[in-house]
């Protein structure tokens, strides 16, 4: 059971709200993942380890897992969302950074029966065909041999205020550009979606837990030298953070608590404690063989 106020973040005029980011993680640079991972380059140079690419769906509510995929730093993004749809179907709503935005891929996620709100780059040409009465619009993303799919494009500013050492504050403005399968502005309006939006970050904390808190820091490495090893790994580690994800859940449920309000690292630290009182395991009970 969750706390009221979890569904309620959980879920947006019925629909489950969720996340889809992805981020890297370096290898051992054994001669087997090498071979297996691509390192990233600078340009001139390439990196002192081969990198993993991992992509995750969440709920952005509870920040439960829901998928995830992974492959080497070679696979784009894209590629493997595709793997992700299969997670996806009606009553979903899907988030997604402007690094997802593409015809095929957002063609195949809805036809899952899931909307989408993605947001697209400066460079994502959008021309308007309809301007509706709260100032969106809706548009075509183009494919291949004429095809097209209309969406709405939402357009709105953020305006963030930094207080610099001196107390001095400076004003930074930056233009969102949101599309999305929700074309009626009454079902969905503008504002709405703008708020909405900014639960997207919910994966990026996820994986800040378990590159931080679980291993101990953004630079470490896995240990496995080896890309079946590297593989169980990296699903034991998923494993792991669900497990504690878990944890808080029960203990916001019984202190009738949002499970915002349960530190994912203190959960982590009982939980360690209590896996190892009780090493060696006590003889009580125990009889010889």
């Not at 004429?146 to 930056?174: M, N």
Request: charged content about 20%.
């Amino acid at each position: 059971m969750t706390h009221g106020s979890d569904r309620r973040a959980a879920f947006w005029r019925g629909l489950r709200l969720t996340s889809m980011d992805g981020t890297l993680l370096d290898v051992p640079d054994s001669e087997a993942n090498a071979a297996a991972y691509t390192r990233a380059s600078n340009g001139n140079r390439p990196g002192p380890y081969p990198q993993v690419r991992l992509l995750a769906l969440v709920e952005c509510g509870t920040k439960a897992l829901i998928g995830a995929v992974f492959d080497s730093f070679a696979v784009g993004e894209r590629t493997l969302a595709a793997r992700l749809l299969v997670h996806l179907r009606e009553g979903i709503l899907l988030m997604a950074d402007r690094g997802f935005p593409a015809y095929e891929l957002w063609r195949a996620a809805a036809v899952t029966g899931a909307e989408l709100l993605w947001r697209v780059s400066d460079s994502f040409t959008l021309r308007p065909h309809e301007v509706l009465a709260d100032g969106t619009f809706l548009t075509r993303l183009n494919g291949p041999r004429g095809a097209r799919i209309t969406v709405r494009a939402v357009e709105y500013t953020v305006v963030t205020t930094t207080i610099g050492a001196d107390g001095d504050s400076e004003e930074t403005s930056e233009l969102f550009c949101l599309i999305t399968t929700l074309l009626d502005p009454e079902a969905a309006p503008a504002a709405e979606l703008a708020e909405l939006y900014t639960a997207r970050w919910t994966s990026e904390t996820i994986f800040k837990h378990i590159k931080i808190e679980q291993r101990g820091g953004r630079t470490a490495t896995l240990r496995s030298n080896s890309p079946a090893m590297v593989e169980q790994e990296l699903w034991a580690m998923l494993c792991v953070y669900q497990a504690v994800h878990d944890l808080a859940v029960d203990a916001a449920h019984h202190a009738n608590l949002p499970v915002s309000h349960i530190s994912f690292k203190n959960t982590l630290a009982a939980a360690r404690r209590s896996v190892g009182a009780d090493f060696p395991p006590s003889a009580t009970g125990r009889q010889d063989p």
